[in-house]
């Protein structure tokens, strides 16, 4: 296979932008391999979903090392596409990863430990095919293990070339504040936190202000609640969805919150948008996130998505009106 050449003007129709106090910009969309990367998935369609992501200007993918099913499959789809197609494309591209949760058996492959994010990511290097990450996320904060201890890991694995940068994902906020000192005394500044966020979740709101306190990116996941926020489930759960394997996505879930899609759904046609382009558009008009992890199954999705960024603003009426709906 001969390596992707991708499309002339590639970035023409993206925005990017500085996380944090750092000097890296990320594209306003990143795409997720949190599902559909795994050992099951097809390379091909895995291929199409990349490359029209990278066509669309998305320069920015975010894995873990637990990715799959099972963990580790998703690095290693990802190091078969950058191997057979992106090698070229590196200095283009950002590729996070990520440790914190069981990627593998034994006391030393879960939690916040030197010991297990050293290991973690010298192992997501050799699946992945590539000498550094881009960003090395502590995957969430584990409370047996001292902060110090994991912060320390993390300005180890910066500096000694694992990766260039480090970021947060899922601290809570009494932790977080302590988190990004110690980085910044090592040296090593965090340059971002991921967090959940959607318009169906809303919990983390009161950490934007913090972020922007404390110079911190604002990386969001979910953005579209699994799916559920898409014209997807209007006729039920589809037998390919996510819903419908019933894993993450839990079927009474998508069917509570369907009165509320709907009405959503309402409103983005009413502005000539499907219902995932406004979702995506209401956080990236909201002024608190850096970039917007999507998660797709087929390319189509991407291409959706692709137009929230150039949607056209979300009036003050329309934003009351979402308002209204959510608050329901
Ligand atoms: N830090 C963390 O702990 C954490 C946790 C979770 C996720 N993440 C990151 O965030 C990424 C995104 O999360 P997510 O996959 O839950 O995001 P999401 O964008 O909310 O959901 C993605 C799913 O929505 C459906 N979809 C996407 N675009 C669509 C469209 N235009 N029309 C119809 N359906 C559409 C697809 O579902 P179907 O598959 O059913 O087609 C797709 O798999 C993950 O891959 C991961 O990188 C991080």
């Known amino acids: 296979m001969a390596y992707y050449k991708v499309k002339e003007g590639y970035t023409d129709n993206m925005e990017y932008r500085r996380l944090g106090a750092s000097g890296l910009r990320l ?4 795409l997720g391999m949190w599902q559909n ?35 580790g499959a998703a690095e290693e789809m990802f190091g078969y596409l950058y ?24 006391p030393y492959g879960d939690g916040g430990s030197k010991k297990y994010l050293v290991a973690s990511c010298d192992r997501s290097l050799r699946a992945m095919g590539l000498d550094y990450v881009d960003i090395f996320y502590s995957h969430r904060y584990d409370s047996n293990t001292p902060l110090e201890e994991t912060m320390s890991a993390l300005d180890y694995i910066v500096r000694s070339g694992r990766a260039l940068y480090v970021a947060l994902s899922k601290y809570p906020a009494d932790v977080l504040p302590r988190a990004v000192e ?25 950490l934007f202000p913090l972020h922007k306190e404390l110079g911190v990116g604002c990386v969001t996941f979910s953005p579209l609640a699994q799916g559920q926020l898409t014209n997807r489930y209007a006729d039920g759960i589809p037998a390919d969805s996510r819903a419908s394997r019933g ?35 209401w956080q990236l008009q909201g002024g608190a996130v850096d970039s917007v992890i999507i998660g797709a199954s087929r390319p189509e999705q991407v291409i959706d998505n692709l137009g929230a960024v150039s949607a056209a603003p979300i009036t003050p009426e329309q934003a009351a009106k979402i308002n209204e709906i959510l608050h329901k």
């Open 27 to 30: 594209s306003a969309l990143s």
């Open 37 to 71: 990367f795994g050992e099951d998935a097809d390379r091909d369609v895995a291929r199409k979903i990349v490359c029209t992501a990278l066509d669309g200007g998305i320069t920015s993918f975010d894995l873990a090392n637990n990715y799959g099913p099972p963990a």
């Open 83 to 106: 191997r057979s197609l992106l090698r070229p494309l590196r200095d283009e591209i950002v590729v996070a990863t990520k440790a914190g949760y069981p990627a593998w058996s034994g």
């Open 182 to 206: 110690i980085l910044r005394s090592l040296g090593t500044p965090c340059i971002a936190h991921q967090v959940q966020y959607s318009m169906l979740s809303r919990q983390n709101e009161p």
């Open 247 to 281: 894993e993450s996505l839990k079927a009474g879930v998508v069917e509570d919150n369907l009165p509320k899609v709907k009405a959503l759904a309402e409103v983005a046609a009413e502005r000539g948008e499907s219902l995932a382009q406004l979702a995506l558009a």
